[in-house]
């Protein structure tokens, strides 16, 4: 496995709640960081939040309060607990990990996971 692989996306109504899953490419424990993003047609990719080793989380001030990336080590898995969902929040989310190895950052991302929120 050489890249993350998201799992959880679904079709919700407006309200509703989501979890992604992100399942790395290795042990979490050699990842520098671990994020999710989402993209919709025609617009760059949006950050969303991140856990960086030994430093903690980030949250997006879009979603903060909202949205909750935490991971489980023992399953190598990073999830985003998403809560109040907005048909704003349409769009295909992505994992990315970062690893850092022969003096640099190489960063892995997923297939992307499709989210759709209905009004």
């Known amino acids: 496995q050489v890249q993350p692989v998201e799992s959880g996306g679904g079709l919700v109504q407006a309200g509703g709640s989501l979890k992604l899953a992100c399942a790395a490419p290795g042990s979490i424990d050699s990842m520098n960081s671990m994020g999710w993003y989402r993209q919709t047609p025609g617009h760059p990719r949006e950050w969303l939040a991140e856990?960086?080793?030994?430093?903690?989380?980030n949250h997006a001030d879009s979603v903060k309060g909202r949205f909750t990336i935490s991971a489980d080590n023992a399953k190598n898995t990073v999830y985003l607990q998403m809560n109040s969902l907005k048909p704003e929040d349409t769009a295909v989310y992505y994992c990315k990990a970062v690893q850092f190895s022969a003096g640099n950052n190489h960063a892995y991302w997923g297939q992307g996971t499709q989210v759709t929120v209905s009004s």
């Open positions: 856990i960086i080793k030994r430093v903690g989380t």
